[in-house]
């Protein structure tokens, strides 16, 4: 099994800019395969909601919430899914996480990125 450990996160005024990391940590003797990814959020009080997405054929889809002002990106080579996030909202503060496409019932979450964009 594959975790996938955030980060990149931080506090950021509105406008600014962030770039998520995720990189994937197999477990020992595990086999590594490429798949879909996803960066999720969650923000207080919500449900998580997937807001990018990435194929294994590097196709990409968005939230409309986001669109246009977050780019999702992935290294095969080095095991890393990037999250570029661009003008900043007060309500793009969230918690971010990033995790296979799809990612199952038992999906463990991990700690993911907290994200604060102040007004």
């Known amino acids: 099994q594959v975790q996938w450990v955030e980060s990149g996160g931080g506090l950021v005024q509105a406008g600014g800019s962030l770039r998520l990391s995720c990189a994937a940590r197999?477990?020992?003797?595990?086999?590594?395969?490429?798949?879909?990814m996803g960066w999720f959020r969650q923000a207080p009080g919500k449900q998580r909601e997937l807001v990018a997405s990435?194929?294994?054929?590097?196709?990409?889809n968005y939230a409309d919430s986001v669109k246009g002002r977050y780019t999702i990106s992935r290294d095969n080579a080095e095991n890393m899914v990037y999250l570029q996030m661009n003008s900043l909202k007060p309500e793009d503060t969230a918690i971010y996480y990033c995790?296979?496409?799809?990612?199952?019932?038992?999906?463990?979450w991990g700690q993911g990125t907290q994200v604060t964009v102040s007004s």
């Open positions: 197999p477990a020992r003797g595990s086999r590594f395969k490429i798949s879909a």
């Open positions: 995790a296979p496409l799809p990612p199952g019932e038992n999906y463990y």
């Open positions: 990435i194929s294994t054929g590097d196709s990409t």
